[in-house]
């Protein structure tokens, strides 16, 4: 009997076509859905492992010296960690070479892949806040006050994607920057990290540095998530001193220190660092209102939302708001926390499991976390793409990257003064240099560089140029002699220029608290010094926050405000001086003039009554300067001028909109670079509004003679409405007056008219 080989073929190629039962957990499925792979995984997990999701340790705790600067890795305690608490994720370092970066992330990495029992990836944290700052080699930009001066977002972009580009590879993949406080206070020791004191343009730059940032499609296959930090109302302590309390009107918390976060949050931001400091009384690390209410329910904000460093400790001995840790940590989850960064103990991980063990926190609260932590690490790509690569250490600190920070910091450099038109200096045969910062790196590039007070100089690149070394790569045939004690008359008098660089050294934090924003005396005594020649004198400012000088801004030819330009300051601050860069920098912040009086530009009305004593009744409201150089200051070498401001409409209704636009004319002979800033002054608002607002700006270039129309729409939701005590928008009739350059119109806002 013939045995037909049919049937048997048939149940072959039946078993060949069915999809084989796959073995593979769906969390383990890369095609599976994320949501599908972050409920198979949580089902999967015990308490005690979500608790190791929601906990971030310090490199110290893995490590052999517990020292920041020790990238390396102790494998029985990271094994310990892993394996039997199951900890999620780990910060910090400091700058060490790329193949060490590698090495120890290979290290970690593996341990949480092949020996943990679920294998999720760890997700690394670090504070490139301005380029890959802690990548020796890395490529240095300017601190965001720079860039924020530069009012071009296109700064704040490549800012973001060279350090993407920089250290994705190398397991970096959670960047605590942007920082998105507005600069208000000068004294607050961080203003340097901000872009300035206007929401707006914060709302701008941080977006860009975001795009730039999370969107680097260069480093594929990895991803990276960045931070809006530190949400909110960080960046105005009443003392200036860095994370003592702030009391901002919930008004203002919403018109001045939300947008800029809420911008972060429509950018499509992955985490959230939280405010260390208190607002109200109330420690931001325990505000159900502000991380829930506001940032959650509100903003609209689903990401992973991470303390800054202890800030649960600090609950307890800082704010005194717990009295021990474990009511500290049952304070911060039920305001909202997902990840604590503990970051140096199992406090955080023994104070939960009690906490759960007494019922207090239950388990769906730290799945709504571990959901989050989870939905991250799956959206990175984490769980596919685990591991470092090696194979493209060549993008670090290429020319290209350096050029971009070198344009940022050109653009990022603002002429305060410029008297007789002292600069450019085109063919000195001799120039002095003085000051504390005419021969150091680490001025230039301030705290957060390379460690985190940035403050060791001899672990700066030899690449990189202090303003000495510029001026003499910049005016080669001249004789640039530095001077480091008082020069004589004789040396002073045989100068064709004095540059006096002066300034702060590096500092962040609380480390860098003062109580007198008086530049340094003896900086003073030496500035009035040397202005008593007749030789040119340029003061050049290197300084994380505005020193005063109005003791002797007059005795001074030029001011050069440098900021902190970064690696490649020093070469932008000699072109400037030479003339071969046109200076574009316009302030950030207000410049203030006396020692107690900071107010930004777009204050509420601060009126000065200037009265006859004869006439009483002559009161008239003067306005008086609230600061040296106001918010926007900045002067070229070429003149701008402004003129034929247009309206298309001298009214609108609520739902119209309205076209400005403005002729910008290069009256000079020498092409430049201008941000046109548009204002706008709310006549009567039922609360206080400002004095003006910048509503747009934009930068453009010039051409001697050329002239270019700048224009932009007025929008009542987007530039005339403003949030209410509960961030609801206020939007009223009446008038309105737009200012660009010194030229104003006046339109009026008809809620019910049509158009
Ligand atoms: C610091 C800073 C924060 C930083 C964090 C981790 O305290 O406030 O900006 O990201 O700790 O280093």
């Given amino acids: 009997m013939k045995y037909s080989v049919l049937p048997i073929l048939i149940l072959f190629v039946l078993a060949m076509t069915q999809p084989v039962q796959s073995q593979t957990p769906t969390y383990q499925n890369p095609d599976a859905a994320i949501e599908d792979r972050v409920e198979d995984l949580l089902n999967r997990m015990t308490v005690y492992e979500k608790i190791g999701q929601m906990t971030q340790l310090n490199i110290t705790t893995i490590n052999p010296t517990g020292k920041q600067a020790d990238v390396e890795l102790v494998e029985e305690k990271a094994r310990d960690l892993i394996g039997n608490h199951h900890i999620g994720s780990f910060l910090n370092g400091e700058a060490v070479p790329p193949e060490q970066w590698f090495r120890f992330t290979n290290q970690l990495t593996r341990l949480a892949m092949e020996e943990s029992r679920l294998g999720i990836p760890i997700i690394y944290g670090i504070d490139h806040v301005h380029g890959a700052n802690y990548l020796e080699g890395g490529t240095i930009f300017p601190h965001n006050i720079n860039l924020g001066a530069t009012f071009n977002p296109q700064h704040s972009y490549n800012t973001g994607w060279v350090t993407a580009y920089e250290t994705a590879d190398l397991g970096h993949h959670w960047n605590f920057a942007p920082i998105l406080d507005i600069g208000v206070n000068p004294l607050w020791p961080r203003i340097y990290e901000t872009f300035g004191e206007d929401p707006r343009l914060a709302a701008r730059m941080g977006e860009s540095y975001i795009n730039g940032y999370q969107r680097n499609e260069e480093i594929e296959p990895y991803n990276v998530a960045a931070t809006a930090k530190h949400f909110l109302g960080y960046s105005d302590p009443k003392s200036g001193w860095d994370r003592s309390p702030a009391y901002i009107p919930k008004q203002a918390i919403h018109e001045f220190h939300r947008p800029s976060f809420q911008a972060a949050v429509d950018a499509g931001i992955k985490t959230v660092m939280l405010n260390s400091g208190e607002i109200n009384g109330i420690p931001v690390h325990g505000s159900y209102e502000l991380v829930t209410e506001l940032l959650r329910d509100e903003m609209g904000f689903d990401g992973v939302v991470v303390t800054d460093w202890a800030d649960i400790e600090k609950l307890v001995d800082f704010h005194?708001?717990?009295?021990?840790?474990?009511?500290?940590?049952?304070?911060?989850?039920?305001?909202?926390?997902?990840?604590?960064?503990?970051?140096?103990?199992?406090?955080?991980?023994?104070?939960?499991?009690?906490?759960?063990?007494?019922?207090?926190?239950?388990?769906?609260?730290?799945?709504?976390?571990?959901?989050?932590?989870?939905?991250?690490?799956?959206?990175?790509?984490?769980?596919?793409?685990?591991?470092?690569?090696?194979?493209?250490?060549?993008?670090?600190?290429?020319?290209?990257?350096?050029?971009?920070?070198?344009?940022?910091?050109?653009?990022?450099?603002?002429?305060?003064?410029?008297?007789?038109?002292?600069?450019p200096v085109l063919n000195p045969t001799r120039i002095l240099v003085a000051g504390p910062s005419a021969d150091s790196k680490r001025n230039l590039a301030g705290g957060w560089t390379l460690a985190w007070q940035g403050a060791n100089e001899e672990r700066y690149p030899d690449d990189m140029m202090t303003i000495l070394d510029a001026l003499r790569a910049e005016y080669p045939d001249a004789d640039i002699e530095h001077v480091t004690k008082t020069p004589s008359q004789q040396q002073i008098d045989a100068a064709d220029l004095i540059v006096y660089a002066g300034g702060e050294e590096p500092y962040t934090e609380f480390v860098g608290n003062i109580s007198d924003l008086t530049l340094p005396q003896n900086q003073l005594d030496e500035i009035s010094r040397l202005s008593e020649s007749a030789t040119p004198l340029v003061l050049v400012l290197v300084q994380g926050r505005p020193r005063l000088i109005t003791s002797v801004e007059e005795k001074t030819d030029a001011i050069l405000h440098a900021g902190l330009p970064g690696f490649q300051g020093a070469n932008a601050i000699a072109e400037i001086i030479s003339g071969a860069v046109n200076p574009s920098g316009k302030l950030p912040i207000s410049y203030p003039e006396s020692p107690s009086h900071f107010t930004p530009y777009n204050h509420k009305p601060?009126?000065?009554?200037?009265?006859?004593?004869?006439?009483?009744?002559?009161?008239?409201?003067?306005?008086?300067?609230?600061?040296?150089?106001?918010?926007?200051?900045?002067?070229?070498?070429?003149?701008?001028?402004?003129?034929?401001?247009?309206?298309?409409?001298?009214?609108?209704?609520?739902?119209?909109?309205?076209?400005?636009?403005?002729?910008?004319?290069?009256?000079?002979?020498?092409?430049?670079?201008?941000?046109?800033?548009?204002?706008?002054?709310?006549?009567?608002?039922?609360?206080?509004?400002?004095?003006?607002?910048?509503?747009?700006?934009?930068?453009?270039?010039?051409?001697?003679?050329?002239?270019?129309?700048?224009?932009?729409e007025i929008q009542p939701s987007e530039q005339l409405s403003y949030p209410d005590r509960n961030g609801q928008p206020i939007l009223e009739e009446g008038y309105f007056t737009v200012k660009v350059g010194e030229l104003t119109k006046e339109f009026r806002l008809e809620k019910n008219k049509d158009d």
């Fill in 320 to 423: 005194f708001i717990s009295e021990n840790f474990k009511e500290a940590t049952f304070r911060s989850v039920m305001a909202g926390i997902d990840m604590s960064m503990t970051p140096l103990t199992l406090e955080f991980n023994e104070a939960m499991q009690a906490l759960v063990d007494e019922g207090r926190i239950t388990e769906d609260r730290i799945d709504e976390s571990v959901r989050r932590i989870l939905r991250l690490k799956f959206e990175l790509g984490l769980f596919e793409h685990p591991y470092p690569s090696n194979e493209r250490l060549n993008r670090i600190g290429t020319t290209e990257s350096k050029v971009k920070a070198l344009e940022a910091a050109r653009e990022s450099i603002v002429l305060l003064r410029n008297k007789n038109g002292v600069l």
């Fill in 606 to 712: 601060s009126a000065n009554y200037d009265f006859d004593e004869e006439d009483a009744n002559q009161i008239s409201q003067v306005s008086q300067p609230t600061s040296l150089y106001p918010f926007g200051h900045g002067l070229s070498y070429t003149t701008f001028t402004y003129s034929d401001l247009r309206l298309s409409k001298s009214f609108i209704g609520e739902n119209g909109s309205l076209s400005a636009s403005v002729a910008v004319t290069n009256a000079g002979n020498r092409a430049g670079m201008e941000s046109v800033l548009w204002f706008i002054t709310d006549h009567v608002g039922t609360i206080t509004r400002p004095v003006e607002e910048l509503a747009h700006f934009e930068k453009i270039a010039l051409e001697p003679g050329e002239t270019k129309r700048v224009q932009f």
